[in-house]
Nanobody
């Protein structure tokens, strides 16, 4: 399992970023995928999760932490074996290292992370 995140950077409050996660060694189509983040001096927070791409429509689930609901959007491209996280209306409290995680939650295998810094 290998997960490689990209797309982080420095952005002003109110700005947007799109994070990407390229997966290899397994097919995300058959895996739940999540994004988690860790702010300086804090624990890992589960930000968003998506049920597996081959889950029947009736059983598909999307999770967002309350702090990001309405601002972040998770999506996946099973053909590219990639997962994305669109971050809108960013605030300084969103500053963290963002990790792509295999599975539902924040405890599964994850990549090296990509830094998101929100500052004016």
């Amino acid at each position: 399992v290998q997960l490689v995140e990209s797309g982080g950077g420095l952005v002003q409050p109110g700005g947007s970023l799109r994070l990407s996660c390229a997966a290899s060694g397994f097919l995300i189509k058959s895996s739940e995928m999540s994004w988690a983040r860790q702010a300086p001096g804090k624990g890992v927070e589960w930000v968003s999760g998506s049920s597996a791409g081959d889950t029947r429509a009736h059983f598909r689930s999307i999770y967002y932490a309350g702090s990001v609901k309405g601002r972040f959007t998770i999506d996946r491209d099973d053909a590219k074996n990639s997962v994305y996280l669109q971050l809108n209306r960013l605030a300084p409290e969103d500053t963290a290292v963002y990790y792509c995680v295999k599975g539902w939650g924040s405890s599964g295998p994850r990549g090296q992370g990509t830094q998101v810094t929100v500052s004016s």
